[in-house]
C-alpha cells in the first residue's frame, strides 16, 4: 500500500503565532480589565443616577479608588462613608449602590472580555497566514 500524504499550508505560520499567545493574550486581556475599570467608573458619575449624591463627594471618590494591575482591575470610593452608606446604619437605611453598579456593569465587562478573546482569536489567525 503507498503512502498517501496531505500538506496543509499555514500550519508553521499557526504554530508560530500560537508561540506569541501569552504575550498577545496579556495584552488584549489587559485592555479588557482596564476598559471594564472604565466601564463601573463611568456609571459611578453623578448624572447616572446609581450613586447617592449628596455633595458629590461619594461619586468623585470612585476616581481615586482606581487600581490596575497585572490583569487586574479594582474600583470603589474611597469616602470614608462609603460604607455606611451601602449598607446603612441604625439611623439610615442602606442604599446598596454598589450591587446596582456591578448589576448595571457586568453586561458591559463581560462583553469587554469577550471582544478581547474574539480579537485575540482573530490576531492569532493573521499572525497564521
Known sequence: MSNIRIRVEGVR???SALRQYPELSQRRLQKAVERGVAVVHSLSARHKGIVPVDT??????????????RLRGRIGPTAKYAQFVNDGTRRMSPRKYMEKLAKQAEPRIKGEVKQAVTDLVEEV?????
Open 13 to 15: 505560520e499557526l504554530q
Open 56 to 69: 458629590g463627594n461619594l461619586s468623585n471618590s470612585f476616581s481615586q479608588g482606581i487600581r490596575i494591575g
Open 125 to 129: 489567525d493573521k499572525r497564521a497566514k
